[in-house]
C-alpha cells in the first residue's frame, strides 16, 4: 500500500498559561487527531480563531513537536529527525507560504527565490528562480527589493520561493489574508494553478471559506479535533 503524503497519528499539542489569574492552566490544542491526505490533493483546514489551525501547520512542517502521537510524511516519521535532519526535510520536501510574506528586505525577488536552492548546493540556483518568477507573472521584477513590490507581488515571491525546489508538500497560511480581494483571487487562482502543475498536495488555512471550497477537501479544526465537512457546517466564525 503506498503511503499517504501526509499522516497524522494521535497528534496531541497543548500548553500551559503563564502569568497572573489563569497560571499554570493547560490549554489543549489538539487531541487526538488522526488524518491521511492524498499525494497531489487540496485540503483547506478552517475553524474558529485560537483553534490551533496554525499550530498544526507548524507541527506539519516540524517547526514545532507534539506533546504526543506522530508527523508523517511520505512515511517519514518527523518524530525520528533530529534538528538538522528537519531542516533538511523541509529544504527538500516542504514548502511554506506565511500570510506576512516573511521576505529578506535586502534581497531582490530573484535573489530570495534562489536562496533555498543555493542552501542546497544547487549550482543552478538562479536560473530555475528566474524561470519560477517569470511562470508567476513577475520576469520583469527580477531585480526589485521586496519594499518596492506591491503586497500581491511579494506574495507571488514567496510562492515561488516556496515552490522553487519543487516540494511534495506546500502549507500557506492565510496566504491571502493581507491583500485586498482583486490580489487574493490571483493569488488563488495561482496556488491552484501550480498544484496542477507540480502535483504539490496543497494544506491550507483560512479564514475565506469560497477558498476553502476550491478545495478537494475542508476540515474543521475545534475543540482539538479535524471534522471532515462540507457547506454550512464549515463557516469558520
Partial sequence: MTAAAVRLQGLCLHYTLQGAGRAGERIDVLRGVDLDIAAGQTVAIVGPSGSGKTSLLLLLSGLERPAAGEVLLAGQALGALASDGLADLRRSRIGIIFQSFHLLPSLSALDNVALPLQMAGQRDAHARAKALLQRVGLGARLQQLPATLSGGEQQRVAIARALVHRPQLLLADEPTGNLDD?????????????????????????????????????????????HETTGADAVPA
Fill in 182 to 226: 482583486a490580489t487574493g483571487e490571483t493569488i488563488r487562482d495561482l496556488l491552484f494553478e501550480m498544484n496542477r502543475e507540480f502535483a504539490t498536495t496543497l494544506v491550507l488555512v483560512t479564514h475565506d471559506m469560497a477558498f476553502a471550497r476550491r478545495c478537494s477537501r475542508v476540515l474543521r479544526l475545534h475543540d482539538g479535533l479535524l
